[in-house]
């Protein structure tokens, strides 16, 4: 239903989470403000037929693949998404107006490309900008101002691009004006006749049509925001603002659209059992909201709101003269079906797609022309995939190391702990626990921590409420440690464990856990006094940082000193 979601409500998880670098997700987002397709055939579903005009305004698409993009990725009316790209994850598109005669097929138009922005990754890029005004290109289009933009990010490694888009495009277009029948005159910017013009009027001087395409990490959530797991799954989003549409300009069936608000279309993908959703809809409204208003040149207006076109089917209109047919506010369907066929969902929340058009002009022959036209405004399409279970991304990196490779009974030494958030996101409510244990016959105490106030039960200290640490950052805990004077030779073992929450997005559930931990055996402990035959000194091995959720590789140095004391009886 318009304005509200296609979903059902979460279940039980649906597989193990999957570590991000090794996981095979996707996603992409593409959106026109205004699509114009003229065919010598009146069969605008043939992907192979030639258009003899081919118009796009305010175009946007942005995609990622974990595996590479491959193949091409193309939308309803057979234009490009994403380019066939295997040695690429990430790409990004954003043109403010292309227009080709003779466009067979797939084929990109060729006459004008105005504003065109793209963006791949690896390496990640800068966010690219292209603006050019005018563009007078009558008969075919005209604008006052066209501008792309786009940004593809990804990781060599393989691991989360977080709270930030992995790729977006941004398509803009001023006064544009797509298949006119006049010249361009100097002193009168814009076209005569125009089949479709989004243009400005002394009534409504909003005249800039933009549409955003991005792909996204985000929380395993509903759309409601309630949590269902505690990983990642993915999204893909288009929203769009629409300038007032005119078709048919300066002819009879005149018609003038105008449309309130930003458009949004989005799917995400979780991972976890009837966890994918469909949202669309003209942003937070009431039922009772104008959305829509078809305004006539005998000054005849007619307002629709959501509460008109809630329903399957949404709204259809005919307009006097039988040339024109709108149907606004469908749901959304599948890609590449028709109404009738409801949006792609898996009910294990691993896939979710949709395409929709927030209003579409039914196939029709114009008086004088003999051509067929099919006309979208706030065409989208969106699809996310990702593994069951979702993916595992956040990890923090946990380092310890102690003060003294070696102590005698009743010295002291300290352990210090340094957690480090290697993500692009703040982690929050970090816990530290650190479990001290100790070879037979050693005994120990815990004299301090810093900072003080850690609970402290015999070998194990916890730390509640630290941080936050940003980005990049890290924080250093203390333990001061006093071995007991009657101890025997030995080593003393410990293992550190952090946890907290890593925020995505702006909300205060909107985060995933975040976790690290390491294991060190040291120091050694020689007994204390005058002992004419001191066991012997083992030096501890390097301690090694544990990430993430997976099992830890304790490090220990028993094996070391059992080979120590063999090689002294051989001596």
């Known amino acids: 239903m318009m304005g509200g979601l296609v979903l059902a409500l979460a279940g039980t998880s649906a597989g193990a989470q999957v570590p991000a670098a090794d996981a095979d997700y996707s996603a992409y987002a593409a959106g026109s403000a205004v699509h114009v397709s003229g ?53 990004a598109r954003g043109t403010g107006m292309e227009v080709g005669l003779a466009v067979e097929g797939q084929e990109p138009n060729q006459i004008v490309l105005a504003g065109l922005a793209e963006a791949m990754a690896p390496p990640s890029t800068d966010v690219i900008t292209e603006e050019l005004g005018p563009v007078p290109a009558a008969p075919l289009a005209y604008a006052s101002l066209v501008r792309g933009q786009a940004q593809a990010l990804w990781n060599e490694d393989g691991s989360c691009i977080l709270n930030k888009d992995i790729s977006f495009g941004v398509g803009y277009a001023a006064d544009a004006e797509l298949v006119g029948t006049g010249t361009d005159d100097p002193a009168t910017p814009g076209m005569e006749g125009s089949l479709v013009a989004s243009n400005a009027s002394d009534e409504n001087p909003r005249a800039a049509a933009q549409t955003t395409s991005r792909t996204r990490l985000v929380p395993q959530a509903l759309a409601d925001g309630t949590v269902i797991g505690d990983a990642l799954g993915v999204m893909a989003e288009v929203r769009q603002t629409l300038a007032p549409v005119t078709l048919f300009e300066d002819t009879p069936n005149e018609v003038t659209l105008e449309f309130a608000g930003e458009w949004v279309l989005r799917a995400v993908a979780t991972g976890i059992d009837d966890g994918a959703y469909i949202h669309y809809g003209p942003g937070d409204v009431s039922p009772t ?38 149907s606004i506010g469908e749901d959304p369907r599948a890609i590449g079906g028709t109404a009738d066929d409801p949006p792609t969902i898996a009910a294990d929340g691993t896939h979710a797609s949709a395409a929709v058009d927030v209003v579409r002009v039914q196939l029709l022959n114009v008086t004088g022309t003999g051509t067929a036209a099919d006309i979208r405004i706030g065409h989208m399409e969106v699809s996310a995939t990702v593994p069951a279970g979702g993916l595992l991304c956040p990890a923090l990196e946990v380092d310890k190391s102690a003060s003294e490779t070696s102590v005698k009974a009743g010295e002291t030494f300290d352990y210090d702990i340094t957690v480090t958030n290697p993500d692009d996101c703040t982690v929050t409510d970090v816990m530290i626990t650190d479990v001290i244990t100790a070879d037979p016959g050693i005994t120990f105490t815990v ?88 066991p012997p000194v083992v030096v501890p091995p390097p301690s090694l940082p544990r990430t993430g959720a997976a099992g830890a590789v304790a490090i220990t140095g028993l094996g070391l000193l059992g080979a120590a004391f063999a090689l002294r009886r051989r001596g």
């Open 39 to 91: 065919l010598q055939q009146p069969d605008i579903s043939d992907p192979t037929a030639t258009r003899t005009v081919n118009a796009e305004e305010a175009f946007a698409s942005a995609s990622v693949d974990s595996k590479g993009l491959d193949p091409a990725i193309l939308n309803e009316m057979s234009r490009t998404v994403s380019p066939q790209e295997p040695d690429f994850n990430s790409y």
């Open 447 to 534: 004299d301090s921590t810093d900072p003080a106030g850690a609970e402290v039960d015999g070998g194990t200290v916890t730390w509640t409420g630290l941080g936050p640490i940003e980005p990049g950052d890290s924080l250093t805990v203390s333990i001061t440690v006093t071995v007991g004077e009657d101890s025997a030779a030995g080593i003393i073992h410990d293992r550190a464990e952090a946890s907290g929450k890593c925020v995505i997005g702006d909300g205060d559930e909107d985060f995933v856990p975040t976790s690290g931990e390491v294991e060190i055996d040291a120091p050694t402990v020689t007994p204390g006094g005058d002992d004419p035959n001191p």
């Open 289 to 326: 909201t104008r959305v829509l208003t078809i305004i006539r040149p005998d000054g005849t207006n007619e307002i629709i709101t959501l509460q008109q076109i809630l329903g399957d089917e949404g709204l259809q209109i005919d307009l006097p003269g039988g040339l024109l047919s709108l």
